[in-house]
């Protein structure tokens, strides 16, 4: 089962895919993880993709299809994975499905997590991040059992650089331009799902999983 999630950023890509992946047992990559990790460990990419990711812009596709390309061709992802952050722009999303084309395979579902904007701005300043293993929390919705650490590793949590109030905005405006523009092109393949994101994360996760067994 090959799945993306699509939906602004802050919507419950990241929380719901995690929750697929643990339901279905397939691996949840995140094009976002990737490129925290790779700041985390000071690589070139990171520090590349670092520069956009600040300012709220996209990293350049050149740079986030290889990554991609390389991540879902290990062998963890052979029977599918959940796709959490990418595509992010319809170029994108055309080298993804060459590349499955190649393969003689699809993607299954693109699951649109539909939330307005008011209700992003809110979400994005309570997410807290763990940088060490990807979990995220947030401080009223999902808190941490101790405040400031992560239940899963026990690292520091944070407020991520791209999460503070005037970034948000900016991200909003290119996911608009850039990334919004996706959910006809699934449509036009037949695999689009919308989900209302503004629900409890158990009853997104519900409409999410009858989607998938229906
Ligand atoms: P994305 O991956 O789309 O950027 P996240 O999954 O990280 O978004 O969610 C953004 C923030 O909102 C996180 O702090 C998360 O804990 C919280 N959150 C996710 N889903 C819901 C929900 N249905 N209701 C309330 N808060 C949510
Ligand atoms: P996320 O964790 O998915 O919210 O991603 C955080 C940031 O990483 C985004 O705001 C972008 O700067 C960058 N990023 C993640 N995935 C992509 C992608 N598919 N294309 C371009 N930039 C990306």
Redesign the pocket.
Known sequence: MKIIMLGA??AG??TQAKMIADKYGIPHV???????ANIKNGTQLGME?KQ??????????E???KI?LDRVAQDDCKNGYVL??????IP?AEVLDKALGELGEKIDYAIDVDVPDENIVKRMGGRRACLSCGATYHIEHVPPKKEGICDVCGQELVL?D?DKPETVQN?LN?YHEQTQPLIEFYQAKGVLKTVDGTRDMKDVFAAITAILEA
């Open positions: 950023p802050g890509k990241g995140s094009t976002g993880d990737i490129f925290r993709a956009y990711m600040d300012k709220g812009l996209l990293v350049p596709d740079l986030t299809v991609l959490d952050g990418f595509p992010r722009t994108q991520r791209d991200r290119v």
